[in-house]
């Protein structure tokens, strides 16, 4: 089982940058494609960006496609989620998701964490 704990969310400006970190607990993180995925009030939750297990394969929807990077530190335990050039309509609940399987997929994700909170105001 994975544990996993999001933080980095905030309230930013459009066109500033924060940074998403996803620490998960246990010794088999390596083992766990991981993704990001949001939800903004109102709205489905919706794929932001997934990562292979050894960070060699990434993906990105298009909506934040070279605005936002994702990188993992297997020997951290931890993925990120660089977001720059914030809009407005990123503002949403941010959470990350682990599995066996790199997909885009929420419902093919097993673990979740609880989500962080990221605003961008105009």
């Known amino acids: 089982q994975v544990q996993l704990v999001e933080s980095g969310g905030g309230l930013v400006q459009a066109g500033g940058s924060l940074r998403l970190s996803c620490a998960a607990s246990?010794?088999?993180?390596?083992?766990?494609?991981m993704g990001w995925f949001r939800r903004a009030p109102g709205k489905e939750r919706e794929f932001v960006s997934a990562i292979s297990r050894s960070g060699g394969s990434t993906y990105y929807a298009d909506s934040v496609k070279g605005r936002f990077t994702i990188s993992r530190d297997n020997a951290k335990n931890t993925v990120y989620l660089q977001m720059n050039s914030l809009k407005p309509e990123d503002t949403a609940g941010y959470f990350c998701?682990?599995?066996?399987?790199?997909?885009?997929?929420?419902?093919?994700?097993?673990?979740w964490g609880q989500g962080t909170q990221v605003t961008i105001s105009t």
């Open positions: 246990g010794r088999t993180f390596s083992s766990y494609a």
């Open positions: 998701a682990a599995d066996r399987i790199l997909t885009t997929i929420p419902t093919a994700y097993h673990y």
